[in-house]
């Protein structure tokens, strides 16, 4: 259904931090403004007859492609200069016609939303104001506008606080996995090495695994076990703490 700009409220926005784990990486979905040569997290503005939560939703659905998807609250962002760092657009014409949208050069806060999805699920999509949707590194981010760099580093120490309490894997990993791929999820999310041993113990302490009589093709004779998520037993993880930090 088409919208304009008086179904919104320009003074609310949300920003969202989509977190994805591939090639034993973990990454984050950017769209390049059209006429600029930053990046910046999808997002958008709130419309008068939506909840913050279904707006959320609704940016996810419009840039990924997927819905039902892991989706958290964490932080309003509402400094007043946020706003008002430059777009370093490329000329001086683009200058003008972005001065033409409504939200240009205005004040407004912003929530921050984390989701995490299945990179291989999701296909990219721009919105009306980029010309490229795409995952980047968190190690290796881009030049971003706005304070959108501070945003993505405050959903990533909420997800570290979030392994201290609840499992996370569900919604990064394949359906099958082994114990060395979550593993690594939980190392590259905390920036930090695990002990094997210790790890495999916690994480099967907490019964939210399923081991399968198969292990991963393409490996040698003694390749890993595979694993899914018991989402029985996964769901109630996230309903109730669990015990202990990594």
């Known amino acids: 259904m088409a919208t304009n700009s008086k179904d919104y409220l320009d003074h609310i926005s949300l920003d969202c931090v989509i977190f994805g784990f591939h090639d034993n990486e ?51 962002f509402s400094d007043p200069e946020r706003t008002k760092i430059q777009l370093h657009l490329n000329s001086e014409p683009n200058q003008e016609k972005i001065k033409k949208h409504k939200w240009y050069g205005m004040r407004f806060i912003s929530i921050g939303f984390y989701a995490l999805v299945n990179f ?18 968190l190690s290796e981010l881009p030049g971003l506008m706005f304070d959108h760099e501070d945003i993505i580093n405050e959903a990533l120490q909420t997800l570290r606080i979030q392994l201290n309490y609840q499992p996370i894997g569900n919604q990064l990993l ?6 060395p791929e979550l593993q690594r999820l939980y190392e590259t999310i905390l920036g930090k090495s695990l002990d094997r041993r210790n790890f495999q113990r916690k994480i099967l302490s907490f019964k939210i695994l399923n081991k399968l009589n198969e292990r991963k093709k393409g490996g040698a004779h003694k390749s890993p076990f595979l694993y899914e998520f018991n989402l029985e037993n996964y769901q109630k993880a996230l309903d109730n703490s669990l015990s202990g930090g990594w």
Do not use: I, Y
């Not at 769209?31 to 930053?38: A, F, I, P």
């Not at 990046?39 to 659905?61: D, I």
């Open 26 to 76: 973990l990454k984050v979905l950017l769209l390049k403004h059209k006429t600029s040569n930053r990046w910046s997290l999808p997002g958008g503005f709130l419309m008068s007859t939506e909840s913050l939560e279904a707006a959320a939703t609704r940016v996810l659905k419009e840039r990924t492609g997927v819905d039902n998807l892991f989706l958290r609250q964490f932080k309003v």
């Open 120 to 137: 291989s699920n999701v296909t990219p999509r721009c919105d009306n104001l980029s010309d490229r949707c795409e995952w980047k590194n």
């Open 174 to 179: 394949p359906d099958k996995f082994t114990m």
